[in-house]
């Protein structure tokens, strides 16, 4: 495989990953609409927290799917439950503004790299995507050496997160502009706490689906 056909390869299938709805995507649009622009930049610092070294290992052949199976579903259980708790503390939040207090957001501080960490190791299906297509995108890269291999399929992958999640962000960030000062806004940003809380209780069911409970 030569390197033009090995990088058609890994954006079409990154796409695959990066673009499909999830809680990441979802997060970082609740970061646009309440922190500011730059709130995706930051977001994807935490995913390249997780995903780099996920990569590495998986390239190291220290993990196999099948001893993942478990882990997958416990990541699932917990990481449901984070985003439940993420979700909570952000209708919370609209209610307190709503009756006149100024309570802190999550957006605030380090919240967005934060998030972009922990809703990356905790996504099932982030993990399963690397254990399966990502995979194989590794395993192909070995053609160009292992370390170079590992550094080339990274470069052409994760300029695609940061692309989506800054731009995403971005938008969120203009939209929010132009609704803060409306009743409209509010509904907006719950949609998008509903649709976390969605994925939140379809991570649990799945992984209480799996029996991992001893």
């Known amino acids: 495989m030569n390197m033009l056909d090995f990088g058609i390869e890994v954006i079409a299938l990154s796409a695959s990953g990066v673009l499909a709805p999830g809680p990441l995507f979802f997060a970082n649009l ?3 609409t309440r922190h500011d622009k730059w709130s995706g930049i930051k977001v994807a610092y935490g995913h390249t927290a997780v995903e780099l070294p996920l990569i590495i290992m998986l390239a190291a052949g220290l ?28 209708i919370a939040t609209i209610l307190k503004e ?31 995507w690397w254990f399966t297509v990502g995979l194989k995108l590794i395993s192909d890269s070995a053609a160009f050496g292992v370390t170079m291999g590992v550094v080339i399929l990274f470069a052409l992958h994760i300029w695609m997160d940061y692309a989506w999640l800054a731009s995403t ?10 609704l803060k000062s409306r009743r409209y806004y509010p509904i907006l940003f719950l949609a998008l706490t509903v649709v976390m809380i969605y994925y939140g209780v379809s ?7 799996q029996h991992i409970y001893p």
């Open 30 to 32: 609740v970061y646009g």
């Open 63 to 90: 993990f196999t799917f099948d001893s993942a199976k478990k882990y997958v579903s416990v990541v699932g259980l917990v990481g449901g439950i984070a985003i439940l708790a993420f979700a909570g503390l952000q």
């Open 98 to 128: 709503k009756r006149g207090y100024d309570m802190p957001s999550l957006a605030g501080g380090k919240g967005p790299f934060i998030m972009g960490v922990a809703l990356s190791a905790l996504n099932p299906f982030f993990i399963l």
């Open 169 to 178: 962000a971005y938008l969120a960030s203009k939209g929010a502009f132009t």
């Open 203 to 209: 991570f649990v069911s799945q992984a209480a689906s």
